[in-house]
């Protein structure tokens, strides 16, 4: 079984700041997904960024990066600039992937990192 | 772009009643997943089908079941409930095989047992 570890409960930075939000995962698995889902108060799941595991280079989607360290177990989200919009919990999450490339055995997700965007 | 359809967004049911609810995933998705998230909890994985038939299980209760209809559409249903099944229910799909397997999230649908 996987698991993925927030050790960030909850994080508070200044509007336009850099802001690293920190995760770890275990796995036997080699092949695998992980993923940063942002959750506002509205409670609805959004994809903010995805890693294919058997890519060396990070992912980067506008604002957000991924910093993707397989050996170390460690996928942390770097938001630059950040906005008021911004402030949602935000989930770590790993999937394992299945026999055909696409996924297995759904989501495993970590507890969340509450990121405040303060003006 | 259409999403997933989740209804219904909200339900009251009490106590050892039975509950349904319902997921319309994106069109040409042949993968969905249901999740449950209690209050302050991350999404806890419940169950998931591919091509109409179960895939995956995860924390699912004896007390729920699910199936996909040969439309790819899926039920979540839930007997005797419990004060402890109030709970944000969410279904995702996805495309077996797409790359980066993204799974989409509906927006949920809000289970209150009093």
């Known amino acids: 079984a996987q698991t993925v570890t927030q050790s960030q409960p909850e994080m508070s930075v200044q509007e336009a700041e850099t802001v690293t939000l920190s995760c770890t995962y275990d796995?036997?698995?080699?092949?695998?997904?992980l993923f940063w889902y942002k959750q506002p108060p509205s409670r609805q799941m959004i994809l903010v960024i995805r890693?294919?595991?058997?890519?060396?280079q990070n992912a980067t989607e506008n604002r957000f990066s991924v910093n993707f360290q397989k050996a170390a177990k460690s996928f942390s989200l770097k938001i630059s600039d950040s906005q008021l919009g911004d402030t949602a919990m935000y989930f770590c999450a790993f999937m394992k992937m299945g026999y055909s490339g696409g996924g297995a055995d759904g989501l495993t997700f970590g507890k969340g990192t509450h990121l405040i965007i303060q003006p | 772009a259409a999403g997933v359809i989740q209804s219904p967004r909200h339900l009251i049911k009490e106590k050892r009643e039975t509950a349904t609810l319902k997921c319309y995933p994106i069109p040409r998705h042949d993968t969905v997943y249901w999740y449950q998230q209690g209050p302050g909890q991350d999404p806890q994985f419940l169950i998931s089908?591919?091509?109409?038939?179960?895939?995956d299980k995860g924390s699912i209760p004896d007390r729920f079941s699910a199936q996909q209809f040969s439309d790819y559409h899926s039920e979540l249903n839930m007997s005797s409930l419990e004060l402890g099944d109030s709970a944000l229910y969410f279904c995702?799909?996805?495309?077996?095989?797409?790359?980066?397997?993204?799974?989409?999230f509906g927006e949920g649908s809000w289970l209150t047992v009093v």
């Open positions: 089908f591919y091509e109409k038939m179960q895939s």
């Open positions: 890693q294919e595991a058997y890519k060396q």
């Open positions: 796995t036997s698995e080699s092949n695998y997904y």
């Open positions: 995702a799909s996805s495309l077996e095989g797409a790359p980066g397997n993204t799974i989409y």
